[in-house]
């Protein structure tokens, strides 16, 4: 059974920096592009940052040369770091295959920027 659990949110000002980490479990990681998705308060979920099973990344353009998407297949980890936040960077976000799979949505990991 594949599960994806996200950790590393908090709560920073804007112009500060946060790491995000995905630890996939199951035999799919290695095969599969992921992504970085994001849910703000009353908005759609969107997808911030994918990478391919080879490391080809692409961003969505609100958070170009500010975040940063990579993996680690040999940790089954991806990873989203994330600098020069800005407060409409608040949201809940959440790791997954790219495109999602609906059953693979975890708890997400909370990130809050206050100006």
């Known amino acids: 059974q594949v599960q994806l659990v996200e950790s590393g949110g908090g709560s920073v000002q804007a112009g500060g920096s946060l790491r995000l980490s995905c630890v996939v479990s199951?035999?799919?990681?290695?095969?599969?592009?992921m992504g970085w998705y994001r849910q703000a308060p009353g908005r759609q979920r969107e997808l911030v940052a994918g990478?391919?099973?080879?490391?080809?990344?692409n961003y969505a353009d609100s958070v170009k040369g500010r975040f940063t998407i990579s993996r680690d297949n040999a940790k089954n980890t991806v990873y989203l770091q994330m600098n020069s936040l800005k407060p409409e960077d608040t949201a809940v976000y959440y790791c997954?295959?790219?495109?999602?799979?609906?059953?693979?949505w975890g708890l997400g990991t909370r990130v809050t920027v206050s100006s």
């Open positions: 990478i391919a099973r080879g490391g080809t990344t």
């Open positions: 199951g035999s799919i990681f290695n095969f599969m592009p």
């Open positions: 997954n295959l790219n495109p999602a799979e609906l059953r693979l």
